[in-house]
């Protein structure tokens, strides 16, 4: 199959899957007036009220121009969750030790590192590249290779810090795009999905093998992937145990935790706590209360209100100016 099919039927569901059904109104037959002719019929509409017309119409979310889709593959992923991806790590977390699982995390990270260093210095940190240098020396070597993190003890004081070419295209004002939802890859924007696919291709091209290899670029994905999946198992619960819209509240929590991680970089504003640690209001919640209990006029559900990347400066926000007040009529 080319690449232009593909990108058709892609477009066709996703129309498809965005696109409102609505089911035609049932109509008395029409009755035939003198001469044959038949006239309209007559169909009598009940009044709609506020709140269902808020049921009824649907916004997408802020920056979730394909939510159609995503809902779509957000339940595909809870599925395979559920029967495949979570017994899974669940064993794993179960059968193989902690000290083994953590050797290979450190691996793993320790690979990496080399392309860590190279956005810190794109993103001109260069205090930051030196550091993550010298814990990729000293991972390598006196930690045999990063199976032991010995950068991050006392002695050195190196610990480790994410960053990707995704960062490195937000500090330099290229926005999210639309947010996207894969299964087994989890949440993402178009501007991290593309910038992860151009890293994940730098070591293979690069240097060659192993990581050029199919049996070791599997088992990375796989491996890392379900230590992940077991590690963030009490989090999502969490996060999503309650939800009236787990799809909703993960994608409210991955977009503030972009959101921040883009701000610190172009702005210097530090991210205080992880969104997960937050009593984020589910979305979904939000969305269930009616519009007949709300006044003419108020916010929209708390799902169109998702932040912006990054956001801009509180003072940089102006209050609209209010009418002036109309004269009251002479007597």
């Known amino acids: 199959m080319t690449i232009r099919s593909t990108t058709s039927a892609l477009a066709v569901a996703i129309a498809l899957l965005a696109a409102p059904v609505t089911a035609a109104p049932q109509s008395a037959p029409a009755p035939v007036a003198a001469g044959g002719q038949a006239t309209p019929p007559v169909v009598a509409l009940a009044p709609v009220t506020a709140g269902q017309a808020s049921v009824r119409h649907h916004h997408h979310a802020k920056g979730d121009s394909l939510e159609g889709f995503n809902r779509v593959m957000f339940s595909i992923h809870q599925f395979l969750d559920r029967i495949f991806l979570r017994p899974v790590s669940m064993a794993y977390k179960k059968i193989v030790p902690k000290v083994v699982r953590t050797g290979i ?4 990270s ?8 190279a956005n810190d210095l794109l993103q001109l940190k260069p205090k930051r590249a030196i550091r993550t240098l010298a ?3 000293v ?3 006196i930690g045999i290779g990063g199976l032991l993190d010995v950068a991050k003890t006392s002695d050195f004081n190196l610990p480790h810090h994410d960053n990707s070419f995704g960062n490195t295209l937000g500090r330099y004002g290229v926005g999210p795009g639309p947010y996207i939802f894969l299964p087994l890859v989890g949440p993402n924007t178009l501007r991290d999905f593309g910038a992860g696919v151009g890293e994940g291709s730098v070591l293979p091209l690069t240097v060659g093998t192993p990581f050029d290899r199919a049996e070791y670029q599997a088992a990375q994905a796989g491996l890392t992937g379900i230590d992940l999946r077991a590690e963030s198992d009490a989090e999502l619960k969490a996060l999503l145990g309650a939800a009236v819209d787990p799809y909703a509240t993960l994608r409210s929590a991955f977009l503030q935790d972009r959101a921040a991680t883009i701000a610190e970089l172009r702005h210097g504003t530090k991210q205080t706590s992880s969104p997960l640690d937050d009593p984020l209001n589910d979305p979904g919640a939000t969305e269930a209360v009616p519009a007949a209990s709300a006044s003419a006029g108020s916010a929209k559900p708390a799902t169109d209100d998702l932040p912006a990347d990054p956001a801009p400066p509180a003072d940089e926000k102006s209050a609209a100016p209010s009418a002036p007040a109309q004269p009251s009529p002479a007597p």
Do not use: D, I, Q, Y
């Not at 320790?110 to 260093?117: D, S």
């Open 135 to 137: 814990r990729f020396g």
């Open 105 to 108: 995390r450190h691996v793993f």
């Open 139 to 141: 991972n390598s070597t």
């Open 110 to 117: 320790n690979v990496g590192e080399p392309l860590v260093f």
